[in-house]
């Protein structure tokens, strides 16, 4: 794997996760503050532009490698995605949830191995 | 957590209509970008050209839907437990193969799709007492 290859994927990888953060917290916010207020349009608009490069990103990437070779990447994103649901959104992680999360991640990046 | 909606705007139904777009949508993307792969081209890289192909715009249109369903989730359920779920496309893609096309499938696969059950099983857990307390 070369730079150019590993810069494209953690930054599509980079921009999904971020994506998942801003529109939960946007579709908190509608609970609350309801659809038409700035923030919320705002944060919708920043996660539906992130999905948007992150999804380019990855069709960039799916020409030149194999899907079984940029799924364990996208197993990263479990574990990635619950840490930082917890830290950033304050929501709560259990010990059981945690171990849930890297199972799968691991079972992710064994399937798309073999 | 609030009170959820039942029939159709029940989230639960709505995580598992999500991941089904996801499922029809990597296929049709992965068939669209074979088919159109020039990675000969530096414009490639940004995927863009993938749009030259039909299939990559029908995959689109999985993904706007998947989306939909998928913010609707967010809205009910926390991300701790609705994204590890919205990964059981993750074995549905080989498990299909399995099932549909009679591939095999290889020990170490077996095993990544046993720890990928046995992590939705204890994320799915906690779900079945909240559900209860409501």
Do not use: H
């Amino acid at each position: 794997m070369n730079f150019l290859a590993f810069f494209f994927i953690v930054a599509s990888l980079l921009s999904f996760v971020v994506a998942q953060l801003v529109l939960k917290r946007a579709m908190q916010l509608s609970v609350t503050s309801g659809l038409r207020n700035l923030r919320f349009i705002s944060l919708v608009g920043g996660g539906i532009a992130l999905m948007t490069i992150s999804f380019f990103l990855t069709l960039g990437l799916l020409q030149r490698f194999p899907l079984s070779y940029l799924y364990p990447f996208q197993g990263l994103s479990v574990i990635i995605i619950s840490l930082m649901a917890a830290v950033m959104l304050k929501e709560k992680l259990t010990l059981q949830l945690t171990i849930g999360a890297l199972l799968i991640s691991a079972g992710i990046v064994l399937v798309s191995l073999s | 957590m609030q009170d959820r909606p039942s029939g159709f705007g029940n989230p639960w139904l709505q995580l598992a209509l999500s991941v089904l777009c996801v499922l029809v949508s990597e296929l049709l993307l992965k068939r669209g970008a074979n088919d159109i792969a020039n990675p000969s081209s530096a414009w490639s890289w940004t995927g863009i050209n993938g749009l030259a192909s039909p299939l990559v715009w029908l995959g689109i249109a999985f993904v706007i839907a998947s989306f939909l369903s998928w913010l609707y989730v967010l809205k009910y359920i926390p991300l701790t437990i609705a994204f590890p779920l919205s990964r059981v496309v993750d074995i549905l893609v080989p498990l299909g193969c399995w099932i549909v096309l009679r591939e095999s499938i290889s020990t170490l696969r077996w095993c990544g799709i046993a720890l990928v059950v046995i992590g939705l099983a204890l994320v799915a857990k906690p779900i079945a007492q909240i559900e209860e307390r409501l």
